[in-house]
């Protein structure tokens, strides 16, 4: 199967910055979509941002001009670099992995980590 292990999320105050990283782990071919989704408390887990193997992002309005979504192909690797931090940013940030392809006709997925705390004080 495949595991995906987050790292990086912290307390920050408002204004600062943090990088997420992700791994993924398995009998992975390639991934078609690698992303960060969030989710605050007692509220539904949100899309923060994608990005294809090709490269291709899409980030919510939210965070647009202050987080970047960035990978590595050849290591499984996706990274969220988060800069201008604000208190609403505040979650339980999750990474997800779309589209493993695992054999020539087989993909499997979506797959998710287990979540890494992100906390801003303002």
């Known amino acids: 199967q495949v595991q995906l292990v987050e790292s990086g999320g912290g307390l920050v105050q408002a204004g600062g910055s943090l990088r997420l990283s992700c791994v993924a782990s398995?009998?992975?071919?390639?991934?078609?979509?690698m992303g960060w989704y969030r989710q605050a408390p007692g509220k539904q887990r949100e899309l923060v941002a994608r990005?294809?193997?090709?490269?291709?992002?899409n980030l919510a309005d939210s965070v647009k001009g202050r987080f970047t979504i960035s990978r590595d192909n050849a290591k499984n690797t996706v990274f969220l670099q988060m800069n201008s931090l604000q208190p609403e940013d505040t979650a339980v940030y999750y990474c997800a992995a779309e589209g493993i392809r695992i054999t020539p006709w087989a993909t499997i997925g979506p797959f998710w980590g287990q979540g890494t705390q992100v906390t801003v004080s303002s």
């Open positions: 398995g009998s992975i071919s390639t991934i078609n979509f």
């Open positions: 990005i294809s193997s090709s490269g291709t992002t």
